[in-house]
Nanobody, 126 residues
Framework: EVRLVESGGGLVQAGGALNLSCTASGTTFDDLTMGWFRQAPGKELEVVSCISRSGSGIRYSDSVKDRFTISRDNAKKTLNLQMNSLKPEDTAIYYC???????????????????WGQGTQVTVSS
């Protein structure tokens, strides 16, 4: 079965940076469309970014565009999210998600994703 494990969360001051990683096991990583989602206290789960199987298709939410960069290393079975210029409103639990054989694109809908990590906390202080 597909297993996703996130790492890299923590506490950072506003304006700082963090890099999140997600390692996948139990399947061929190249078959997985990947996404990052987050949930802030009292708020709904929202998409942050997604990336297609080949890495050629990428989307960002408007709130993180130009600050966050998603990437994947298929050889290392790893998904990354480089987060720069962090803001207090970026505080949330960040989840890595995956779906098999979605096609040459990625989806911003959480309902498309079948596999989820346990989440990693990101806290940005003002």
């Amino acid at each position: 079965e597909v297993r996703l494990v996130e790492s890299g969360g923590g506490l950072v001051q506003a304006g700082g940076a963090l890099n999140l990683s997600c390692t996948a096991s139990g399947t061929t990583f190249d078959d997985l469309t990947m996404g990052w989602f987050r949930q802030a206290p009292g708020k709904e789960l929202e998409v942050v970014s997604c990336i297609s199987r080949s890495g050629s298709g990428i989307r960002y939410s408007d709130s993180v565009k130009d600050r966050f960069t998603i990437s994947r290393d298929n050889a290392k079975k790893t998904l990354n999210l480089q987060m720069n210029s962090l803001k207090p409103e970026d505080t949330a639990i960040y989840y890595c998600a995956a779906v098999k054989n979605l096609g040459p694109w990625c989806s911003e809908s959480r309902y498309e994703y079948d596999y989820w990590g346990q989440g990693t906390q990101v806290t940005v202080s003002s």
